[in-house]
């Protein structure tokens, strides 16, 4: 009986566990509870726990069989709607379950995609960056080289002060000088020269001529200021001041340029030498840059414009030099010099002028190459 009361309570309870869980009704509520079959059933539980004897009654187990199949039926019913319920909750667990591991194993494809997207794009612009990072270092480079260049280029167009003034935007002021000796020469028979020569022949005879004195030029303390055509002026004692050797300097390289020169030959024309006039005069001048688009490093002066007379008015091989350079060497010993006497100067009349022949002691500053020489 304690075992019967026991099942009976255990199975009842969870029966209500049940329907906490579980909407709707079940078999149960709507066949058996508050039915005829449950009061029946009831009393013959109560008659069954209380012990209540009688004779045996076939009818009456036929009757309490049939209440109990039914009952039993009705818990069959219930059970089956019970595993029915849980089936349904399970299949519909399952289908979410399926449906939210879909979901991620999309959302995890997506993201692997993605992730590997994201590493192409990443490995494509490190690449872009890398070249371009290599383009850059190379233009950077190249910009350096080119920019040197361009200073160098300048540097030999200007004096270094002004080169870097013009180079920082700043404005180049006129500067006085009040020592220098100008320097003009010119090729004698220049324009019979250039009638039988080609312009290219012109230009290598010129690049021959030039290249021997811009060898020799930078060995002295002298600053090339400009040449136009045949014509070459050179400069001493500016941009860097040099207020007791200008003459000197510019002597002595006058006298080397000259007897190298001697030397020279037309290359295309074996057998025209090549003679030169050189002029010289010392005084004052004034520099300056003139221009924006092309600036040049111009001197400006009475000096200037007597130099260019020395040579216009002098004899082919030979060196003249005015009365204020004469005063200038003449301090120095070794030079050699001659009067040539008065000489009409275009715009200054009569003056009285020199020719430097030589020096005593003269060694040239450098040994002549053989490969600059025209014959």
Partial sequence: MASYLEKKYLGESYLQLFKQYVDGSTELDDRYIGSDLQDTIENMRHTIMCNVRSDPDVQMGQWWFDNMTDYINILKATQDHIAGHIVSGLE???????????????????AVVLLFLV?????????????????????TVALNIERKR????????????????LMANQPV?????????IFFSDIVGFTSISSKS????????????YKTFDETLDLYQVYKVETIGDAYMIASGLPVRNEEGHAAEMGELALELRDTICNMVVPHIPDHPIRVRIGLNSGSVVSG?????????????????VASRMESSGVPAKIQISGSTFQELSRHEGFVMEQRGEVEIKGKGTMLTYFLVGRTTFVPRRSKDPDSMGG
Wanted: glycine share 4%.
């Fill in 92 to 110: 519909a667990e399952i289908q979410q379950q399926w449906n939210s591991l879909v979901a991620s194993i999309c959302i995890m494809s997506g």
């Fill in 173 to 181: 002021e006129p500067e006085a000088f009040q020592a220098v000796t």
């Fill in 289 to 305: 840059v003139v221009g924006y688009k092309m600036p040049r490093y111009c001197l400006f002066g009475d000096t200037v414009n």
């Fill in 150 to 165: 361009s200073e160098n280029l300048l540097n030999e167009l200007m004096p270094p002060n002004v080169a870097r003034k």
């Fill in 198 to 209: 080609s312009p290219l022949q012109v230009i290598d005879m010129l690049n021959m001529l």
């Fill in 119 to 139: 590493i192409i794009s990443v490995h494509r612009l490190t690449k872009r960056l890398q070249s371009f990072a290599v383009t850059l270092q190379e233009k």
